[in-house]
């Protein structure tokens, strides 16, 4: 079983939209989760960090994690060209520094 | 200051070469980490170091050696590979502990093996 899991996509959204992206982890007894964003050919960049089961809001980005259920979201409110990217989850194994990666989820948001 | 500066950018590199790439950062972070990506792949965790000490090595072929020198730098030493390493290599750190363990990455080095 993969230890963090994420749809693949594409996903595509019309600008201004909703999007909506989901991962799902395999360790219980994780307490940190990421999500990062990465353009083509770039390295990956924090966009946002998540401790506390609940939502937690950065402008228009808001991640939601629900540890009962091992599921964490990333939700991009008014969707902007300029948000597509490879959007990946990351989750801290054991909190020893152990970060995996998802697979990654390719949004599109299009003009 | 978040950065964590790696060099250099690119490197081209024979199958009988030595090389290395380096890493460095001043944020006082604890832990640094080296991951490996393939095109449309995620991020592939190879080393961790916490403390100055290797903490995780996910089964890396030993012609990848890593070496952590002091608290801010770090290095990953090559040597006889193989053109199917070619990838984008990545160092990021973070804080060892507590809450505040987000992870910055640096530019990467783009390895290709000829």
């Known amino acids: 079983q993969k230890e963090v899991e994420q749809n693949s996509g594409p996903l595509s959204v019309p600008e201004g939209a909703i999007a909506s992206l989901n991962c799902t982890y395999s360790?219980?007894?994780?307490?940190?989760f990421f999500w990062y964003r990465q353009y083509s050919g770039k390295s990956p960049e924090l966009i946002m960090s998540?401790?506390?089961?609940g939502d937690k809001e950065d402008g228009r980005f808001t991640a939601q994690l629900n540890k009962a259920s091992q599921y964490v979201s990333l939700l991009i409110r008014d969707s902007q060209p300029s948000d597509s990217a490879t959007y990946l989850c990351?989750?801290?194994?054991?909190?020893?520094?152990?970060?995996?990666f998802g697979a990654g989820t390719r949004l599109t948001v299009k003009p | 200051d978040t950065e964590v500066t790696q060099t250099p950018k690119h490197l081209v590199m024979g199958m009988t070469n030595k090389k290395s790439l380096k890493c460095e950062q001043h944020?006082?972070?604890?832990?640094m980490y080296w991951y490996k990506q393939k095109a449309k792949k995620p991020p592939e965790l190879m080393f961790v170091?916490?403390?100055?000490?290797?903490?995780i090595n996910e089964s890396v072929p030993s012609r990848f050696s890593p070496e952590c020198p002091n608290s801010s730098l770090l290095n990953l030493h090559l040597h006889a590979l193989q053109p199917e390493d070619s990838a984008l290599y990545l160092c990021?750190?973070?804080?060892?502990?507590?809450?505040?363990?987000?992870?910055?990455f640096g530019q990467g080095t783009r390895l290709t093996v000829v």
């Open positions: 990021a750190s973070s804080h060892a502990l507590g809450a505040g363990i987000e992870a910055f």
């Open positions: 360790d219980r007894g994780s307490q940190s």
């Open positions: 998540i401790y506390s089961n």
């Open positions: 990351a989750v801290n194994i054991d909190n020893n520094n152990d970060m995996r």
């Open positions: 944020m006082g972070h604890r832990a």
């Open positions: 170091y916490s403390y100055e000490k290797l903490s």
